[in-house]
């Protein structure tokens, strides 16, 4: 009986957080907005094997450079729904790509690279968008 009171008792509070919680989907803050997004051409290397190039869904998000590209006229970009890139420092980012399974898998830190400004290296892939 203990456990039902206790339970009911957070039952009230989650209800009135839950339309909070879903206020960022609601305005689509956590979705791509086909509006803002732009055609790139994008390369994704993985251990040094090319596993996509071609024309992708450029997006920034953020205001500070961070960016996401997903797959045009094909289901995938490198076996994942999209990948993204989001700023740590001007020069270092986080990369994380979400699968068909909905996991955001980490791949890792990348660096910016100097040799071509539109890439991101880790420690073994690469990501450029154009």
Known sequence: ???????????????????????PVSLGLLT????????????????????????CDFQQFGGNGSFSIGPIGQPLIAGRLFLSVTLVTPEIAEVRGLTQDGINSRWGPARRSARDRACWDGNDFQICAY
């Open 32 to 55: 791509a907005s086909p509006a803002t997004a732009k055609e790139a051409r994008c390369v994704v290397k993985e251990a040094g094997v090319t596993t996509f190039q071609g024309r």
């Open 1 to 23: 009986m203990g456990i039902i009171v206790f339970a009911m008792a957070w039952q009230q509070p989650l209800q009135r957080l839950l339309p909070l919680a879903l206020l």
